[in-house]
Nanobody
């Protein structure tokens, strides 16, 4: 399984970015799976940002609720993270991850990350 993120960059506060995660070797046809986005800011621990499971159920960290939206396009084997109203505290390396387990479990597959910087 290979996950490749894209879409990061430098953006001003209040603006938007959409991250993409292209998956190869990962099948969405399994009865159970979860794909998620995590981030790690400098000097901080990695935290979960959003996840979507095989039932289409989504979950979000409190800090991004109402601003970020996770989605997936099974035909393209790609998941997305739409980030609106970005804040400086959203600055971090963003990673996509996948598992054939519940979203509450461990993620087995990780991308290399894409950097998001929010600054004026």
């Amino acid at each position: 399984v290979q996950l490749v993120e894209s879409g990061g960059g430098l953006v001003q506060p209040g603006r938007s970015l959409r991250l993409s995660c292209a998956a190869s070797g990962y099948t969405y046809s399994r009865s159970m799976y979860c794909m998620g986005w995590f981030r790690q800011a400098p000097g901080k621990e990695r935290e979960g940002v959003a996840a979507i499971d095989s039932d289409g159920e989504t979950s979000y960290a409190d800090s991004v609720k109402g601003r970020f939206t996770i989605s997936q396009d099974n035909a393209k084997n790609t998941q997305y993270l739409q980030m609106n109203s970005l804040k400086p505290e959203d600055t971090a390396m963003y990673y996509c991850a996948a598992t054939y387990d519940y979203c509450s479990g461990s993620f087995n597959y990780w991308g290399q990350g894409t950097r998001v910087s929010v600054a004026s």
